[in-house]
């Protein structure tokens, strides 16, 4: 991690996530108080808070970057040490980047997040997402633990805590998306992962009847010619 962090390309990336911390802060108007880079890495995004005088912390499931970054700002090494009591509702700003895609189990995140998060607080999302079919969504797809992330699928766990989409754009694949805090309250609050599964298995059945009802149509139209 040493050796990373004092070359140039890394040095490049500390000053590409000042840039994007100043973007969060023209959308949302907040001068966070305390930042949590979720999924930090080689710590870049951290690094660039500290340089523009923010209060910035890091949390990352491999210990070899949270435990070699602890010289430099606060780490956490595992999900109990980041969820204590100290730290519930304490981030102002939680900045999440290419983390989600890799997740085991994002509606956990999405949990760690509200409960982490300030009562005016914003979740930033930087990620890649693939909409190319209404049918697939993150829930079953398994391909060596990389899911397919939508947009909608996003939302709709932001939803749940109660997470607007205060921003979003998508070019290419990549989005920037910010989410807030909101007072609303939806009938999906409670919705379980084992009756999302059952839905999705219900949308692959109308999707095989429609294939059905297609071939039937050429069939016999087939005949009648």
Do not use: W
Not at 93 to 102: A, M, N, S
């Amino acid at each position: 991690v040493k050796q990373i962090i004092e070359t140039d390309y890394y040095k490049k990336q500390i000053s590409e996530n000042r840039s994007i911390i100043k973007k969060i802060l023209r959308i949302t108007k907040k001068n966070p108080t305390k930042i949590l880079d979720y999924g930090c890495g080689y710590g870049s995004f951290v690094f660039a808070g500290k340089e523009l005088g923010f209060t910035t912390s890091g949390y990352d499931i491999n210990k070899n970057f949270t435990e070699n970054l602890s010289h430099y700002f606060e780490t956490f090494k595992s999900e109990n040490a980041l969820l204590n009591d100290n730290n519930l509702g304490k981030y102002d700003l939680i900045f999440c980047r290419k983390v989600l895609t890799l997740s085991s189990n994002i509606y956990k995140d999405f949990s760690n997040f509200n409960d982490l998060l300030s009562s005016s607080g914003c979740l930033v999302v930087m990620d890649q997402v693939k909409n190319i079919s209404k049918y697939k969504t993150i829930i079953t797809l398994d391909n060596n633990n990389t899911l397919l992330l939508t947009i909608e699928a996003l939302k709709f766990y932001a939803n749940i805590f109660k997470l607007s989409t205060k921003y979003l754009k998508n070019d290419f694949g990549d989005m920037f998306i910010i989410f807030e805090r909101n007072n609303k309250k939806y009938l999906n609050d409670k919705i379980s992962i084992k009756t999302l599964e059952n839905l999705e298995k219900l949308n692959f059945i109308f999707l095989f009847l429609s294939k059905i009802k297609k071939l039937s149509k050429k069939i016999y139209y087939g005949f009648k010619s």
